[in-house]
């Protein structure tokens, strides 16, 4: 069973830095794309960035791009996500999300945590 568990949220301000992390269990990682995904209140979950574990390949939305770094760990099967230069608009919670390469879209989720930027 699949387990994700994200630390490190939290509030800042508007200029500042957080790093999450990623805890995943419950399977070989390597087969597996990590995703990061947010949801703002009020609006949908979006697309944050991703990381394939086995390459390291990895890519962003527009708008974290040049900001946030993805990354994993391999001894700590732990992915992170760096996040530089936040702005009041990054504000949301932050979900890790696992999907399997070669089956499908299915992913599974963390509970998620809070980042607030204040500005």
């Known amino acids: 069973q699949v387990q994700l568990v994200e630390s490190g949220g939290g509030l800042v301000q508007a200029g500042g830095s957080l790093r999450l992390s990623c805890a995943a269990s419950?399977?070989?990682?390597?087969?597996?794309?990590m995703d990061w995904f947010r949801q703002a209140p009020g609006k949908e979950r979006e697309f944050v960035a991703a990381i394939t574990w086995s390459t390291g390949y990895a890519n962003y939305a527009a708008s974290v791009k040049g900001r946030f770094t993805i990354s994993r760990d391999n001894a700590k099967n732990t992915v992170y996500l760096q996040m530089n230069s936040l702005k009041p608009e990054d504000t949301a919670v932050y979900y890790c999300?696992?999907?399997?390469?070669?089956?499908?879209?299915?992913?599974?989720w963390g509970q998620g945590t809070q980042v607030t930027v204040s500005s």
């Open positions: 419950g399977s070989t990682f390597s087969r597996y794309v």
């Open positions: 999300a696992a999907r399997e390469i070669g089956l499908g879209s299915y992913r599974y």
